[in-house]
């Protein structure tokens, strides 16, 4: 089945500077890939995603990119803000927004912004 | 529009005891999950369904049954609660593969 890898577990960054969490995947079929944010006590909230035939897609201050050839995409978060202190967890799909297909997750990524 | 919620918030169990937990969504979605989110290891996946009077078996079933007798309910069961069931489980539901998540349940087993 789907294996996802994610790192760092955790990362730490100063207010302003950008924020950059890497994550692998297993099967060469997944073509959906989104990303969560968990704040502390809350649940888990879609933030981005995007779909095999995109390579990138923008929403204000975060960035998701992705490399089907090898397998990885990266979630980017500019300017960060002490808002943006959470855990970050991708997934994987072999479904899409639009039709059905189990998450594989990653094991997340605690992001702390000092100011 | 409430989306997916969670009943109870909290429980605390002796080793033995049984309990349900209750999930809910008025979002008209076809699939629907359990998840237990333990510190360290994310989120897994222990029962899920693809449709009303459907269930499977996810990456750790064990312990655990589920019903899913109307559409917007899926119910997680655990007969003998175990000290390792103690976790915070996540209900979740799609209409695609982008999951909306309810707000918890806190377990604690004694």
């Known amino acids: 089945g789907e294996n996802v890898e994610q790192h760092p577990s955790t990362l730490s960054v100063q207010e302003g500077d950008s924020a950059v969490i890497k994550c692998t995947y297993s099967?060469?079929?997944?073509?959906?890939f989104p990303w969560y944010k968990q704040e502390l006590g809350k649940r888990p909230q879609l933030i981005i995603d995007?779909?095999?035939?995109?390579g990138e897609k923008k929403d204000q201050r975060i960035a998701v990119t992705l490399n089907k050839t090898a397998k990885h995409f990266s979630l980017h978060i500019t300017e960060t803000q002490p808002e943006d202190s959470a855990v970050y967890f991708c997934?994987?799909?072999?479904?899409?927004?639009?039709?059905?297909?189990?998450?594989?997750f990653g094991a997340g990524t605690q992001v702390v912004v000092t100011p | 529009n409430a989306g997916v919620t969670q009943t109870p918030k909290f429980r605390v169990l002796k080793t033995g005891q049984s309990m349900t937990l209750l999930c809910a969504q008025d979002?008209?979605?076809?699939?629907m999950y359990w998840y237990r989110q333990d510190p360290g290891m994310g989120l897994r996946l222990i029962h899920y369904?693809?449709?009303?009077?459907?269930?499977a078996k996810g990456e750790v079933p064990d312990g655990y049954n589920v019903s899913r007798l109307k559409k917007q309910n899926f119910l997680l069961g655990l007969e003998s609660a175990a000290p390792s069931q103690t976790s915070v489980y996540f209900c979740?539901?799609?209409?695609?593969?982008?999951?909306?998540f309810g707000p918890g349940t806190r377990l604690t087993v004694l």
């Open positions: 099967d060469s079929a997944s073509n959906y």
């Open positions: 979002m008209n979605h076809e699939y």
């Open positions: 995007i779909r095999s035939n995109v």
């Open positions: 979740a539901s799609s209409y695609g593969a982008t999951q909306y």
């Open positions: 997934a994987a799909s072999k479904g899409r927004a639009d039709s059905w297909g189990k998450l594989q």
């Open positions: 369904s693809v449709g009303e009077g459907t269930t």
